[in-house]
């Protein structure tokens, strides 16, 4: 793993931007993992910018996310689709029919999941994962449990990430119950994985993630297997790495 500690969020930032660029710029087919939550959104600023000015285009490039609440129609203020929207794919010139994100509201939740995964496939490999980081070692909404599944799939909320996400709605009991989220599997067989956290009540976590036994009680620890995980932390995020 390619662990770098910036000081400021601003070279974070930029230096985030610049490896999902870089990539753009050599592969302008790349296609992208996306992810939502408070993390990624200073890094797609940079890239929104750096789209304004001429130096990136996401016209031919592919973009999956990872999750969607079910229950969430698109246009919900809190569904990851208006997220995605407001802070990246509306704001670039990708088409609309090449972004792609699970349907919350698919009346047939098994059978979304399989169509997700069908497009997936399509695609052949994700070229980078970009992932946050939950509290408790979520990935996308792979919460830790005795077993993780592969592929896309249906998956209970616990109560710590129903909490935690509870800031993007009105009232903590309208957070989602229930999310489709792209599997374990799926997100290691991304070429490259963009690991980013930050904030020192994550240090904890980022240490039992990135230096722990990898269990699947912490989702992160499974990316100790891969091959190619560049992670990107604010120094109080990577205050407790030995
Ligand atoms: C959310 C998302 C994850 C995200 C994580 C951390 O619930 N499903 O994809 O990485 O939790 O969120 P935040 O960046 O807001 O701390």
Known sequence: MNILTFRTQEELNKAGAGIITGL??????????????????????????????????????????????????????????????????????????????????????????????????????????????????HIGFNEPDATLEGGTHLVELKESTRSANARFFDKPEQVPTHALTMGVGTILKAKMILLVVRGADKAEIVQRALQGPITTDCPASLLQTHPHVVVLLDSEAGGLLK
């Open 24 to 137: 753009l710029q050599t592969n302008p087919r790349a296609v992208l993992g996306l992810a939502t939550g408070s993390t990624p959104i200073g890094i797609y600023r940079e890239l929104v910018e750096s789209h304004r000015q001429g130096l990136v285009s996401f016209s031919k490039a592919t973009a999956f996310n990872l999750d969607e609440y079910v229950g969430l129609e698109p246009g919900h203020p809190a569904s990851y689709y208006t997220f995605m929207q407001e802070h990246l794919l509306g704001l670039v010139d990708i088409p609309p029919q090449q972004c792609h994100i699970p349907s919350g509201i698919a009346p047939d939740l098994q059978a979304e999941c399989t169509r997700y995964d069908s497009l997936l496939e399509e695609h052949g490999q994700i070229d980078l994962q970009l992932l946050g980081l939950g509290h408790n070692g």
